[in-house]
């Protein structure tokens, strides 16, 4: 398979059958809320390819990063998170 970077990509739910990942974001091929993922290379290393799941739901998103940073606050440490941008 050719892989573009730059451009945004659907992943087969045989990908997520064969690489057996609960941490993976799940994968619905089969309905309309199946998640889209951008392609990009790595900078450090030539042969990695990233695929980032990309989402319409900001508010949704928005919640978890809060949570996120209050708990961390919590926990007394300096709030960072690069799970979520």
Same mark, same amino acid.
């Given at each position: @398979?050719q !892989?573009?970077? *730059?451009c945004?990509y659907?992943?087969? #739910?045989?990908?997520? #059958?064969?690489? #057996?990942d609960?941490?993976? @974001?799940?994968?619905?091929e089969? *309905?309309?809320?199946?998640?889209c993922?951008y392609?990009? =290379?790595? =900078?450090?290393y030539?042969?990695?390819?990233?695929f980032?799941?990309?989402? &319409?739901?900001?508010?949704?998103?928005? =919640?978890?990063? #809060?949570? $996120?940073?209050? =708990?961390? !606050?919590?926990? *007394?440490k $300096?709030?960072?998170?690069? &799970?979520?941008?």
């Amino acid at each position: @398979m050719q !892989i573009n970077v *730059g451009c945004f990509y659907f992943i087969k #739910d045989l990908f997520f #059958d064969i690489i #057996d990942d609960p941490e993976l @974001m799940k994968n619905k091929e089969n *309905g309309n809320k199946r998640p889209c993922y951008y392609c990009f =290379k790595s =900078k450090e290393y030539n042969n990695i390819i990233w695929f980032i799941p990309v989402s &319409t739901k900001i508010d949704k998103y928005q =919640k978890i990063y #809060d949570y $996120k940073i209050r =708990k961390q !606050i919590k926990l *007394g440490k $300096k709030p960072s998170i690069d &799970t979520i941008v």
